[in-house]
């Protein structure tokens, strides 16, 4: 799955793993219960709700997406431990890399995982990954019942507001 990124971004929004319809696509949180695109629109980040097929666009917005993991599967929960923190490792070279102004990890499980952080909350966190600060979202998915539409633009829209600052 190629990452949509580009040096000095303002997010690198980070997903968890791509899903088998984000696999079969090439396009990032394509499966149509997925949260992630209304979101976007609904906190400000962008000025319309975007597809996914539309991905590439977000560069000019000064945003960008990856995964902590690059294996696709139905569910996130098939991933394993040692993807997780491989990934976490793999994931802070490309954010050493990138410089983006703040890394948000869309899932707090899989930010837990990947960076041995079981404390961790959706929220800003202390930890800096190179030079980005970093911000845990909820994770969008339709599985996610936990989060309503509504409240995840809440919390998006507080890392938007914290980029703009």
Not at 108 to 127: I, L, M, S
Request: contains cysteine.
């Amino acid at each position: 799955m190629p990452d949509v990124v580009a040096d000095g971004l303002r997010v690198l929004f980070c997903g968890i793993n791509p899903g088998l319809m984000t696999a079969a696509t090439g396009h990032h949180f394509a499966r149509p219960g997925n949260r992630f695109w209304p979101v976007l629109h609904r906190s400000g980040f962008t000025p319309r709700l975007m597809r996914p097929a539309e991905q590439g666009e977000l560069l000019s917005y000064g945003l960008g997406i990856t995964n902590v993991v690059a294996r696709a599967t139905a569910r996130a929960d098939e991933l394993s431990t040692e993807e997780h923190r491989e990934g976490g490792r793999l994931l802070a070279a490309k954010v050493e890399r990138l410089r983006p102004g703040w890394l948000a990890v869309v899932g707090v499980t899989a930010y837990r995982a990947a960076f041995d952080d079981r404390k961790a909350r959706v929220g800003p966190q202390e930890r800096v990954i190179g030079g980005a600060r970093v911000w845990v979202l909820p994770n969008p998915s339709g599985l996610n019942a936990h989060w309503t539409a509504a409240t995840m633009a809440e919390e998006f829209a507080r890392l938007r507001e914290a980029a703009q600052a």
